[in-house]
């Protein structure tokens, strides 16, 4: 068994970086942390419905009694404590079955989005030593077998036609023994950060500090067993997962419907019929559902509590949602890497609107600096640094982008630019990271503009955001052309082609390219991203 210090997770996991010692017991004494584990999240009444998904309806029992199978099934394949598994599963009740079956064994499931393809899943796999990688067999007309072959993995299981590989149903056994648990501090799961320099860093997240975040955020939440939680974010992301989320609902013995997409096709009908009362989106979809309420009829009184989050929502279109879908909205800002912050349940409006909330935690430590890392005055813009009992201590295997990413003294900086108000409310003002943030989806422009380096005609190449009113970001893309500008500019749809050989995630498509001679240029010789952003009008 694991010792209880806070330093027992690095012998479990090399490339894990704990809280020091004085803090974990801090964070301990003040039952921040507890010994509860991710796998025990399920604590609802056995015979209540746990989980609707497609056409199965899962009680608690019948959830747990799938997940201690397909943990027998992990176990006989040789996955143990500490193993890393890469899971790219969509919105199905396999998601959630392979999530607790792996966090059981103590292996720490490596959440891929579904958008995912083979530039990023190699990667994660590579990064992470991952002895095995979960798909589907087919998910919106793309097989991904076929991204499965040649992958460094022991292990290739299907939700699905496995084909040479192995089925998940087919690992499905009798448990055998009492497996040893993982230890409060080992790492349970592995989130994906938003990546601002190259491919997305791995987000430790241990057992306790994971469950400390999603219980705190169900209290802050007001979720009970009444509560009906509707899923129609990807389920791999934090968002959906335990903000509060998926574990969220669990862990207060409530319901999860998961929905393909948020489509109000798709949303609508789910409301109506398993009578949900919250639901998490970004700021796309509440904007969507804004205008289908008009022509849907669809009976949507159920919904109590719309939360918005993953961007900014415009305090307009905040103010709308009360009156236009008939629910309370709250508003989310926070991180895979820790950080949330929650408009509370009782704010007056102005806050609600106005703000993207508060931290989650007494015990989340802020502060708000300037370009030479000193506080700025109350009320004006800077930096957002941050740690505490649930936010990380540094990336996995990243010891040169850790040194960048984080203070000596261990605190993070996000890269975002905030106003602090009186109340502790934070009002989220830009990025300071080069990074574009496309409805929720973050995109790194450095990791794009290599990829887009690689294309024949391309000589040099500068990602940019531009202001969207829906996705509050659009990506451009300025290229540079060989031969002096000469060259024939490839077309958008064409970039978008290349980009799609090269197993990029379609997310990260530019959604608009633009030729230039040269590229402006900083005093100290870097590309002027702001000058090329101006040219946008």
């Known amino acids: ?8 997770a690095a012998g ?19 039952g921040y942390w507890s010994g509860r584990l991710l796998g025990g999240v399920l604590r609802g009444e056995p015979g209540r419905t746990a989980l609707v998904a497609g056409g199965e309806r ?20 040789g996955i143990r404590r500490g193993d890393r598994v890469v899971v790219q599963l969509p919105n199905t009740a396999s998601f959630v079955v392979v999530f607790l079956a792996l966090v059981r064994v103590g292996a720490a499931p490596v959440l891929a989005l579904p958008a995912h393809r083979e530039s990023e899943i190699g990667y994660l796999c ?10 589907p067999d087919v998910d919106g007309g793309f097989d991904f077998r076929k991204m499965a072959r040649g992958l460094p993995v022991e292990h290739v299981v299907v939700d699905g036609d496995a084909q040479e590989f192995t089925a998940l149903a087919d690992i499905d056994t009798d448990p055998e023994g009492v497996p040893e648990p993982p230890g409060p501090a080992d790492v349970g799961v592995f989130l994906l950060s938003g990546g601002t320099t190259g491919l997305p860093k791995l987000i430790p997240r241990t057992h306790r500090d994971y469950v ?23 389920a791999a992301h934090n968002f959906a ?48 559902w804004l205008d289908a309420v008009s022509w849907s009829e669809e009976d949507l009184s159920s919904l109590r509590l719309l939360q918005v989050g993953g961007a900014k929502f415009a305090a307009e279109r905040a103010a709308q949602v009360p009156r236009v879908l008939g629910c309370a909205v709250q508003q989310v800002f926070g991180m895979a890497e820790g950080l949330l912050n929650y408009t509370r349940l009782d704010d007056p409006a102005d806050l609600v609107e106005r703000t993207q909330g508060r931290p ?10 300037d370009g030479d890392g000193n506080d700025v005055p109350p009320g004006e813009v800077g930096e957002l640094l941050t740690r505490g009992p649930y936010t990380l201590r540094g990336y996995y295997r990243a010891p040169a982008h850790n040194a960048r990413a984080f203070t000596p003294d261990g605190f993070y900086r996000t890269g975002d630019l905030v106003r602090r108000l009186p109340s502790g409310h934070l009002v989220v003002e830009g990025r300071e990271k080069d990074q574009i943030n496309r409805g929720g989806d973050k995109i790194s422009a450095e990791e794009l503009e290599n990829h887009l380096l690689a294309h024949p005609s391309v000589h040099d190449a500068a990602v940019v955001g531009m202001p969207d009113p829906v996705m509050g970001e659009r990506t451009c893309a300025f290229l540079v052309l060989r031969e002096n500008g000469r060259g024939r500019a490839p077309s958008l749809r064409e970039i978008k082609e290349f980009l799609r050989e090269r197993g990029v995630a379609a997310y990260k498509f530019p959604d608009r390219l633009e030729t230039a001679g040269t590229f402006p240029r900083t005093a100290v010789g870097k590309i002027d991203k702001k000058a090329l952003a101006a040219r946008l009008g």
């Open 12 to 30: 479990v996991m090399d490339g894990f970086t704990p809280w020091p010692a004085e803090l974990a017991e801090r964070y301990t004494a003040a």
């Open 126 to 135: 590579e990064l992470s030593e991952a002895r095995a990688y979960v798909i």
């Open 212 to 234: 400390y975040n999603l219980e705190a955020s169900a209290e802050v939440c007001g979720f009970t067993a009444d509560t009906v939680y509707l899923v129609v974010l990807p």
């Open 58 to 77: 899962l009680a608690y029992a019948e959830l747990d009694r799938r997940a201690d199978r397909t943990a027998a099934g992990f176990l006989r394949l």
């Open 1 to 8: 068994m694991a010792p209880t210090d806070g330093t027992e």
């Open 241 to 288: 997962l335990a903000c509060p989320g998926i574990l969220g609902v669990f862990a207060a013995g409530g319901t999860v419907v998961l929905a393909p997409s948020g489509s109000p096709d798709e949303a609508f009908p789910l409301i109506e019929r398993e009578r949900v009362t919250v639901c998490a989106v970004v700021p796309p979809i509440a904007l969507l």
């Open 360 to 369: 989650l935690s007494p015990a989340d430590e802020i502060r708000v600096v």
